[in-house]
C-alpha cells in the first residue's frame, strides 16, 4: 500500500504554503455548493473540514459551503438534478440510485475499509457472522447501507433476515439501545462505537474481513460537471485527500486542528482521537492508492444488491464511478 508523506512533513508542508506564494482572496476564489449527508461538524466529515480550515480548498481557488441533505440518497439525487456539482455520499449510493436515472459517479473513495462494522458487548463473544443468529441488532434503517451490510455479512453463514431481531433505530437509537443492553449488536460508524464506549459499553468488533464489504465514504459528482469542470473536480478531490491524509499520517496534529476548526470539541480530544484511530484502523486505510476506486470490490455490491432485490437492476459499471480523478 502506498504510504502518504509523514506526519511531520506534512505539517511542515502545511506551515510553509501559509507562508508561501500569494494567497487568493475572497473575491478571487470560486463558490461552489458541497452536499453533505449530515451537518458537517460531526467527525465522519474530519477530511472536509481540516481541508477548509487549513486553506487547502483556498488554495486550490475555491471556496466551498457546505449544505446538508437529507441522508446520502438525497445528497445524490441533488446533485445529479443539478442544485449542487459535487458532495458526498456513501460508496454504495451510486448502485442504489443509477437504476432510477441519477446521472452521478463516484469520483473519489475516501479509504478501502467498509463504514459499517459489527459491534457487540464483549461478553456476548460475537466473532463469526454465524454468532449473530437469534441476537438482536440495531441499525439506521432499513434503507440505509448499515442495514444491507448486516444481511450481506449474515449471508456469510447462511441467514437470512428473519435469523435476528433486527431493528432500526435511527442515527442515535442505534448506539443509545445498544449501550443501555436493549440490543447485543449495532452495526455503527466509528462515532457511534465511541459513543457507546463513553457511555460504558464494552464494545467488541468483529474483523471486518469476515463481514460484507460495502463501501466507505465518497465524493460524488454529476456527469455534467465531470465532463465540463473536471477541472473543479480535481481542485476538490485532491484537497479532501490532503484532509484524509492528515488524519492519517498525524492523527494529533488532525486533532488540534480540527478543534481548532470546530471549539464545541476542546475537551473531548480524547474522544476524538479514538473516533479518528477508528477510521484509520477500519475505514481510510487498505487502498492501494489513496482515493481509488476497487471495481471489483464495486461490482461485488452491486451483486448482492440485485440479488437481494434492493436495485431493480445492475447498471453498467463506468456509469458509476470514475478513476480519472486520481494519481496512481
Known amino acids: 500500500m502506498r504510504k502518504f ?5 506534512t505539517a511542515l508542508m502545511v506551515a510553509w ?30 477530511p472536509y473540514v481540516l481541508a477548509e480550515h487549513l ?18 440518497v438525497d445528497a445524490a439525487k441533488q446533485i445529479g438534478a443539478g442544485n449542487a456539482m459535487i458532495g458526498h455520499i456513501r460508496g454504495d449510493t451510486p448502485i442504489m440510485v443509477r437504476p432510477y436515472g441519477v446521472p452521478i459517479k463516484m469520483v473519489a473513495l475516501l479509504g478501502g475499509g467498509s463504514l459499517a462494522l459489527i459491534a457487540s458487548h464483549k461478553e456476548q463473544h460475537i466473532t ?19 442495514y444491507y451490510s448486516l444481511l450481506g455479512t449474515m449471508s456469510q453463514a447462511g441467514l437470512a433476515r428473519d435469523d435476528a431481531n433486527i431493528q ?45 464489504g460495502t463501501m466507505s465514504q465518497a465524493i460524488a ?11 473543479l473536480v480535481k481542485k476538490v478531490v485532491d484537497a479532501t485527500l490532503k484532509g484524509m491524509a492528515l488524519v492519517m499520517n498525524d492523527p494529533d496534529e488532525a486533532v488540534r486542528r480540527y478543534v481548532e476548526a470546530e471549539p464545541s ?14 477510521y484509520n484502523k477500519y475505514v481510510f486505510g487498505n487502498q492501494s492508492v489513496p482515493g481509488k476506486i476497487d471495481v471489483d470490490r464495486l461490482k461485488a455490491v452491486q451483486r448482492f444488491y440485485v440479488e437481494n432485490g434492493v436495485v431493480p437492476k445492475a447498471s453498467p459499471l463506468d456509469e458509476l464511478y470514475t478513476n480519472q480523478f486520481i494519481e496512481d
Open 5 to 9: 508523506a509523514s506526519g511531520a512533513f
Open 128 to 146: 463469526e457472522p454465524a454468532d449473530l443468529k437469534g441476537k438482536t441488532i440495531t441499525v439506521m434503517a432499513y434503507t440505509d447501507t448499515t
Open 265 to 278: 470539541y476542546s475537551g473531548k480530544e480524547a474522544e476524538l482521537r479514538e473516533v479518528f484511530r477508528l
Open 221 to 231: 459528482a454529476s456527469e455534467d460537471t465531470i465532463e465540463n469542470r473536471p477541472d
Open 168 to 212: 432500526a433505530a435511527g442515527p442515535a437509537g442505534v448506539w443509545q439501545l445498544f449501550t443501555s443492553g436493549k440490543s447485543d449488536v449495532m452495526v455503527a460508524v466509528p462515532d457511534w462505537i465511541v459513543n457507546a464506549r463513553q457511555g460504558g459499553a464494552d464494545v467488541s468488533i468483529m474483523d471486518p474481513a469476515k463481514g460484507f
Open 55 to 72: 486553506g487547502y480548498y483556498r488554495d486550490a481557488g475555491l471556496k466551498l459551503k457546505f449544505v446538508s441533505a437529507k441522508g446520502g
Open 17 to 46: 504554503s501559509s507562508i508561501t506564494g500569494a494567497q487568493p482572496t475572497s473575491d478571487e476564489l470560486e463558490s461552489i455548493t458541497y452536499l453533505l449527508p449530515a451537518p458537517k461538524t460531526l467527525p465522519a466529515f474530519a
